[in-house]
């Protein structure tokens, strides 16, 4: 795509026969996504394992660190997508396809001591 397509046009701008997904190379009829400017099925991106950081508010594109643009005016930084130039990003979390982080059996044990955490002295509600 030469030029900037916002998410909600990408129906009705773009016909079907050029409409095609990057992961999987079909026509993309329901489901599309703009991952850094590039249309995507929304599966086919879960299944290439790509996570994106932010999401713009202005073109409905995901982002990845490499379409965001940093910016430092008068000492703030300011965060801009590299595809619109709009600053309404809003950051992501952890997508539910992403594994979550590692944890270690120690972690889960209930007797582990934890210095941070009060001792259980087993009162209380008994649920």
């Known amino acids: 795509m030469p030029r900037l397509i916002r998410l909600s046009q990408v129906y009705r701008m773009i016909p079907l026969h050029e409409r095609l997904c990057e992961g999987c190379s079909n026509p993309i009829e329901r489901n599309a996504a703009l991952l850094d400017g590039v249309l995507y099925h929304f599966g086919c ?57 590692p944890t270690f059996p120690h972690e889960a044990l209930p007797g582990d001591h934890d210095p941070f955490r009060e001792p259980w002295d087993g009162g209380g509600r008994s649920w």
């Open 45 to 101: 991106m879960k299944r290439l394992n790509i996570h994106p950081t932010h999401m713009c508010l202005s073109c409905g594109s995901f982002l990845t660190p490499r379409k965001i643009t940093v910016s430092w005016i008068d000492g703030e930084k300011m965060q801009t997508c590299g595809l619109c130039g709009n600053q309404d990003l809003t950051p992501l979390g952890r997508p539910k396809w992403q594994p979550k982080p």
